[in-house]
């Protein structure tokens, strides 16, 4: 049988009953307490050291990164390897090597985030367009800051902003940098904290400059004036929206809708896309171009690739013969991220607090720091003047007895005697016996004591001038104009992104599959509308219609035909076969008026059906004796509108509308009774929709232009009679044979 082990009860025995972990015990905790001792600092240090920019426009990384390189001396000399500035910045920024280098990457001039880069970057730094173009390590790249940064360290070491302790106190960094300009709005910039998140677009550099100083000057001023949009660095096309620019102005919240620039090479029947939103990439477009393709909603189509090169951004697009490209550009702008939207969150760190605010609101609060700034700035220089004032003013006590100084400081036997002796020998503080006790033996001449003593009278004059800046907002306001106008002029730059405007935008409307099959369809003289198929139509022909009523039009056509109803408001509206229901001829139809929304009291008077390729053209006859003749296509519009308005001249009464697909004889009655024969080839098109027309007939007071009817549809037998060669003409009096009147009782 086994021996027990005899246990040490003298081992000294550690307490770790408190120790979560090593028991299954739960701990109760409010949850109050679970998050303000345990998630609070985790969420502030996120929000304040990590993702939201202050005002000076930097994250604690940029910061960090930047003010390095400024000390390695990289603002006025050579670029150095990547990794030398990496390893640097460590000091500052203990988030590791591959953190630091990634936000070297954006602020890059090769990767194209920002419109006005700060790293002078050679090598491959990747591209903002492309997901997939990764950028080469750091021990291949080189860097140095960019000139405009000569705008961010402006006066960093005159005490214009405060310094404060790295991470581990060894080191002092800048809480912020002194930028001359507003960087808040002019670099893009984006992060995602805790429970909220940060979304700058950026501006061009002159535009806010410009900007900001018409606040200065009047802090009402409309900002869209000088501020006209946003800016992007990838170019594109900004679709322009009065009202939403500015409630992202007020506000600091909206979205803005960006667009690609392309264009067509006839001679290799492709689309070249070279700029595209700064919210997509490369590949984003091309997998959902793909998409469609493989869907087959993209049928046009017959290739696309990336030609990207050394010389900039190019996708390119192979059409399929007689594929129309705007057309199908349209398509890919409403289906593809070649439109995408950006979405703006002006939110910044003010004092330490996170604030969503607006274009304005960052400029007044840019202002007041800024303005803090350069106070601090004046003031540092004038103590600089003030203190050396006061040693020249000890040197000056000392000029009239030069060779009492030497003998006093002669006479002195120890050394740590040598100040108070001058101190009490000429009546001078402590730092001023200093400043004459360490001038050099060859100094100690009357043209070097007089040239000091001379710039007395300056530096007071000076130092007057620096109190008097202090004192005066207006001059401090001054020295912030002139600093911007400065930057404007050495750094501006022209607009990346262009400006257009949504109505100069043709709309892709989608169409539903629509089953096309052949109808008949009937125009009552009161606007009821019916759309009949042949099979019911063979069935009952007998049209029903109200009392009074009649037919007015009748057309062989398709479901998926579209068709256009001229109004007694100089209005037309438009729509497609397929919206309405078919119906049998034993029912009234659709009532026009309600079915179209129409205005109150409108009444349908004509219905065209313009076809695929609206060829053709309308004529419109008034009561004063002109006619107009239009072009269908004058009618076409790039958008799904539903309602045009001037749809005819409303100068004079209309008397009839006539469909024209080919030039032909025409007969026109007045009230006269007259009536004359005219050839349409004698109306020139005209190319607005609302114009007046040509005197066609002339008339006496009192008559007015009544009918119009084609030539072959009269009872006219003596045509010779009322055939005219030139217009306008009076034509001639109408026969009893020839008229409509005569005919009937012939019938009868």
């Known amino acids: ?69 400024y000390k390695m001396g990289l603002l006025t000399g050579a670029r150095t390897k990547s990794a030398n500035i990496v390893g640097q910045t460590m000091r500052l920024n203990p988030h590791g090597d591959a953190a630091i280098y990634d936000t070297m990457v954006r602020l890059s001039r090769g990767y194209g985030a920002l419109l006005t880069p700060f790293v002078d970057s ?17 021990r291949y790249t080189e860097a140095k800051l960019t000139p405009i940064c000569a705008e961010l360290f402006r006066d960093i070491d005159s005490d214009t902003v405060d310094f404060v302790d790295n991470y581990d106190n060894t080191m002092k960094e800048p809480a912020l940098l002194p ?66 620019i500015r409630e992202i102005y007020e506000t600091g919240r909206g979205k803005i809708r960006g667009r690609a620039k392309d264009r067509y090479v006839k001679e290799e029947n492709l689309i070249e896309i070279y700029e595209i939103p700064y919210s997509t990439t490369v590949e984003a477009i091309l997998d959902k171009v793909a998409e469609l393709i493989k869907a087959g909603r993209a049928k046009e189509i017959a290739d696309m690739r990336d030609e990207t090169d050394l010389s900039g951004l190019k996708l390119a697009i192979d059409l399929k013969r007689g594929v129309d490209p705007d057309k199908l550009m349209t398509k890919l702008y409403k289906l593809t991220p070649l439109e995408d939207a950006f979405a703006c969150n002006f939110n910044v760190l003010i004092a330490g607090t996170p604030k969503v605010l607006g274009v304005r609101q960052i400029l007044e609060e840019w202002t007041a720091w800024r303005t803090g700034s350069v106070r601090r700035r004046v003031y540092f220089v004038m103590k600089k003047k003030q203190d050396k004032l006061h040693l020249l003013k000890g040197l000056k006590r000392i000029l009239l007895d030069i060779d009492k100084a030497i003998q006093i400081i002669r006479e002195t036997e120890e050394e740590a005697e040598v100040i108070p002796n001058l101190m009490i020998g000429f009546g001078i503080d402590q730092i001023q016996a200093e400043y004459v006790a360490e001038i050099k033996l060859r100094n100690i001449n009357k043209e070097y004591i007089l040239k000091r003593v001379n710039e007395t009278d300056a530096l007071q004059d000076e130092i007057a001038d620096l109190e008097d800046t202090l004192n005066s907002p207006r001059r401090l306001k001054q020295i912030l104009v002139d600093e911007l106008t400065e930057a404007a002029r050495k750094y501006g730059e022209p607009r990346r992104t262009s400006i257009v405007y949504s109505h100069e935008i043709e709309t892709y409307v989608e169409e539903a599959q629509v089953e096309d099959y052949s109808v008949h369809v009937f125009l009552s003289r009161e606007g009821y509308f019916k759309k009949i198929t042949p099979a019911s139509l063979r069935m009952a022909a007998d049209q029903k219609y109200k009392d009074g009523d009649g037919l007015s039009q009748t057309f062989e056509t398709t479901n998926g035909a579209e068709i256009m109803f001229f109004t007694d408001r100089c209005q037309v509206y438009k729509t497609r076969l397929s919206e309405f229901e078919d119906t049998k001829a034993s029912a009234l139809g659709d009532y026009l008026p309600a079915k179209l929304s129409m205005d109150s009291g409108e009444n349908v008077i004509y219905a065209v059906l313009p076809g695929p390729d609206y060829a053709g053209a309308l004529l419109f006859f008034f009561a004063n004796g002109k006619a107009a003749r239009v072009d269908l296509t004058a009618y076409k519009t790039t958008s799904n509108r539903r309602k045009l308005t001037g749809a005819y001249s409303d100068k004079a009464p209309l008397a009839c509308i006539r ?9 026109v009655y007045s009230t006269e009774p007259r009536a004359l024969i005219f050839h349409t080839a004698l109306l020139a098109p005209k190319t607005t929709r609302t114009t007046q027309g ?15 009817k084609a030539l072959e549809d009269t009872p006219i037998t003596n045509q010779s009679r009322y055939r005219v060669r030139s217009l306008p003409a009076a034509g001639a009096l109408l026969r009893e044979e020839d008229s409509e009147e005569r005919q009937m009782d012939l019938l009868d």
């Open 179 to 244: 930028t001359t300009f507003p960087n808040i709005l002019v670099s893009a910039n984006s992060g995602i904290a805790v429970g909220m998140a940060s979304q700058f677009c950026g501006f061009n550099l002159k535009e806010v400059c410009d900007t900001t100083i018409a606040y200065l000057k009047n802090p009402d001023c409309d900002l869209m004036e000088t501020l006209l949009a946003p800016d992007f660095p990838t170019g594109g096309e900004l679709i322009f929206d009065r009202n939403t």
């Open 659 to 667: 469909r024209l697909d080919a030039d032909c004889e025409l007969a």
């Open 694 to 708: 040509v005197a066609v007939m002339t008339l006496k007071p009192k008559y007015q232009l009544e009918t119009v």
């Open 1 to 69: 049988m086994p021996k027990k082990k005899k246990t040490d009860d003298n081992k000294h025995k550690v307490d770790a009953s408190n120790v979560i972990g090593l028991h299954a015990a739960v701990v109760e905790q409010p949850i109050t307490d679970t998050l303000e001792t345990n998630y609070m600092p985790y969420a502030m240090s996120v929000i304040v050291s990590r993702a939201i920019p202050e005002i000076d426009g930097f994250k604690p990384s940029h910061r960090k990164l930047l003010y390095t390189m």
């Open 122 to 138: 050679k090598g491959n730094f990747g591209k903002v367009y492309s997901r997939d173009m990764a950028w080469a390590a750091p």
